[in-house]
């Protein structure tokens, strides 16, 4: 017999391995999701530390609506808030807040609301306009207002452009955020700011706003991000130099503006590390109008108003694992830039881990297909803490984003494979094994060793067992009248067949003698119900051998009938003999009991005796009593029934005739005798009528039979 070897086995950790990379570069949302989780937890376990940087926000908070009123503001509270910040010295003034439509305080729309008299009329239009007031303010220079693209629509009529885009390489329109509108400031605004900017955020799906874009798409056009405007105007620049990557596909490199390079993703964003929340960031503006804040906290600075109070809504998740408001963004991106601590996820990044999800794919498959569970597991977590480590390290010390997850899920998932197909390949040879050895040993004994190589040495242990003693009548006076070559065929199907049917009922071979078959249950694993397994499988094998003895009758082959005894009791079951062989048998009074109730079919004329032992365990059998046995060598007398076997497809009946003759004759009434005539009148072929008949006429009542011979 020979045993395939795996060879496939080999091709596993290639194929693995290739599924894994077509999963990577697929990059399916889940993906992307998990990876993002993981950078967000490198950020919560090291966020940024903060250092002063010439950026602040002017705070629309809570205390500043309570002391001035509700929002909006009249704009001429913005004028002078805009005075105040460019009489302070700040570098640029940078409004997180759209301006869109006229002040609804002003004159003008106070006149259209009230429409009063002609003389109140008269004095109101008289009064200067709060949106040319504040666009006043504005043209002194430095300040930055903010416009809101939109996915749909189309583009404003009019959207200033105070700035330049310089192409450094192919064009970076293909590789940006695309939107088709955008809601802008007033266009009187516009022209007087120093600046405009998209305050737009490309959230992930999530939610949470891990980057900020320097740059997006506005229908045909480029045009910067709030950030971008901020930092262009606080340093007086004009520029955008945008440098494209010369790799095809490969998107933006960087975004220069005045004096500082950012390093973007394709997509010209910036990856935004976020810090802690830090109070100094915050300048209430009630304070920035009253003139209590100090000056040296708005000179020189890019200052960002916006609002924090809860209900303007303005609020962000990020990958802290809590919200902060949108203008808080802004500041953290530009506190970051001009720092110079740059948080990256290069171009080269995905190249690099579709590298060493091949490599380590390869080599922990390898190891796995090759060798024991434990040297390949120690294998796979050295590879994925490789993996982890080298992540951490690259963000800790370099300030980069590299994906040890997918990797990481990619090594888990080609040793789960490897591992299963060795313990596959494992189970092949075993059952091989299993297979070769059974045929020699019971399947359940083989399994239950194998499973319990412990149980391999000598002894014994106390058990209730069932057994099946089964035994061809005529066989040995057939061998001498047939053919050897065909005698061994007919007796080796026969025997194949009883023993296929005890191990379908997971009986235990004990023995085979000649023609008899010595069969045990609930040994060596135990069964509950080993009673009604024994009977079961008696009976099957009593139909099947019943059925080949006419087939065999029906071809001139007088082929005899097979016995059958059935019994329980208390056994020792385990392993016999010395240091040279073992023997797994039962050893007790028990077994001799089964083998003597297969022998005394022949003078009872039945050929299945169950003892009561056995009966008590099965109480849907259905059976006819032989009597009170005593044995040869025996002195206690046993219980007997004979279980009936009905016909193919039909249930089995109690045989009531019987049951009422067998009931006189056990209470010594004179009408057994009649009674048992009766019956052996009308069934000529019932064994046990016959008996119990004999018995009748020689006087011999009662339930009690002694047997003298074997």
């Known amino acids: 017999m020979h045993f395939p070897k795996p060879n496939l086995g080999w091709l596993l950790p290639i194929i693995a391995t290739a599924l894994a990379l077509g999963v990577f570069l697929l990059d399916p949302l889940h993906l992307q999701v998990l990876r993002n989780t993981v950078f967000d937890q490198y950020q919560r376990w090291a966020p940024r530390i903060y250092q002063p940087a010439p950026v602040r926000i002017v705070d629309i908070d809570d205390a500043s609506l309570a002391r001035l009123g509700q929002w909006p503001w009249p704009r001429t509270r913005l004028a002078e808030l805009t005075r105040q910040l460019q009489d302070a010295g700040a570098a640029a003034i940078v409004y997180d807040v759209i301006f869109a439509e006229p002040d609804r305080t002003s004159p003008e729309a106070i006149l259209r609301l009230w429409r009063p008299e002609a003389g109140l009329r008269a004095g109101i239009a008289a009064l200067p306009d709060h949106d040319a007031q504040f666009a006043a303010s504005v043209s002194r220079g430095g300040v930055v207002l903010g416009h809101a693209l939109t996915r749909t629509g189309a583009p404003p009529a009019s959207l200033a452009h105070p700035w330049r885009v310089v192409d450094v390489g192919p064009s970076p329109l293909p590789f940006l955020h695309p939107f088709q509108g955008s809601v802008a400031a007033l266009p009187a605004l516009q022209q007087a700011a120093a600046g405009n900017g998209a305050i737009t955020f490309v ?144 171009n080269w990044a995905r190249g690099l881990e579709a590298l060493g999800l091949i490599a380590g794919g390869l080599l922990v498959g390898f190891i796995g297909i090759s060798v024991g569970a434990l040297l390949s597991a120690a294998a796979a977590a050295v590879t994925l803490a490789i993996t982890g480590l080298g992540g951490w390290i690259a963000y800790i010390e370099y300030g980069l984003l590299l994906d040890p997850l997918t990797p990481g899920l990619a090594l888990l998932l080609v040793f789960i494979l490897a591992s299963l197909w060795h313990h596959v390949a494992s189970e092949l040879r075993q059952r091989w094994v299993r297979q070769a050895f059974s045929r020699y040993v019971s399947p359940n004994l083989v399994s239950h060793l194998v499973d319990h190589p412990g149980e391999l040495e000598l002894g014994g242990k106390r058990r209730e067992c069932s057994f099946i003693f089964t035994d061809l009548a005529g066989f040995t006076n057939l061998m001498e009248k047939l053919d050897p070559a065909e005698a061994v065929g007919l007796l080796n199907t026969y025997l194949d067949n ?53 087939e065999a009758q029906a071809r001139g082959i007088a082929f005899g009938a097979t016995r059958i005894g059935i019994h329980t009791g208390e056994v020792t079951v385990g392993n016999f003999g010395g240091s040279t062989i073992f023997d797994y048998r039962a050893l007790g009074d028990p077994v001799n009991t089964a083998s003597r109730l297969e022998s005394v079919n022949k003078q009872l004329g039945t050929r299945m005796c169950l003892s009561e032992a056995t009966l008590s365990g099965c109480p849907e059998a259905v059976v006819r009593p032989v009597g009170r046995l005593v044995l040869k060598g025996k002195t206690e007398p046993l219980m007997v029934y004979e279980p009936i076997i009905p016909e193919t497809g039909q249930a089995p009946q109690p045989d009531r005739d019987y049951e009422l003759a067998y009931a006189l004759l056990a209470a010594s009434d004179p009408g057994a005798l009649p009674a048992f005539e009766a019956l052996a009148a009308a069934r000529m072929d019932d064994g046990l009528v016959a008996f119990q008949l004999g018995r009748a006429r020689r006087g011999q009542v009662g339930e009690t039979i002694i047997f003298t011979e074997k």
């Open 498 to 550: 009883m023993i296929r049917i005890a191990f379908e009922h997971a009986g235990t071979l004990d023995r085979i003698v000649g023609d008899a078959v010595a069969i045990m249950f609930s040994a060596p694993v135990e069964q509950p119900d080993h009673r009604q397994r024994a009977l079961r499988c008696a009976l099957a094998m009593q139909r099947f051998a019943a059925g080949y003895s006419a």
């Open 203 to 346: 959230p992930d799906p999530d939610g949470v706003v891990r980057r900020v874009p320097m740059l997006l798409r506005l229908g045909d056009q480029v045009v910067p991000s709030l950030v971008a405007e901020a930092l262009r105007v606080g340093q007086g620049a004009t520029n955008y130099m945008v440098k494209t990557s010369p790799e095809a596909g490969a998107g933006l490199e960087s975004v220069r503006v005045g004096g500082a390079t950012v390093p973007t993703t394709e997509r010209g964003e910036v990856w935004v590390h976020y810090s802690e929340p830090v109070a100094s960031r915050y300048l209430p503006a009630w304070q920035v109008l009253d003139g209590s804040a100090p000056a040296a906290a708005l000179r020189d600075h890019i200052v960002l108003v916006g609002s924090s109070a809860q209900g303007l809504l303005d609020l962000r998740f990020s990958p802290l694992g809590r919200t902060l408001p949108g203008v808080e963004t802004h500041a953290q991106a530009l506190e970051q830039i001009l720092t110079g601590e740059h948080l990256a996820r290069p």
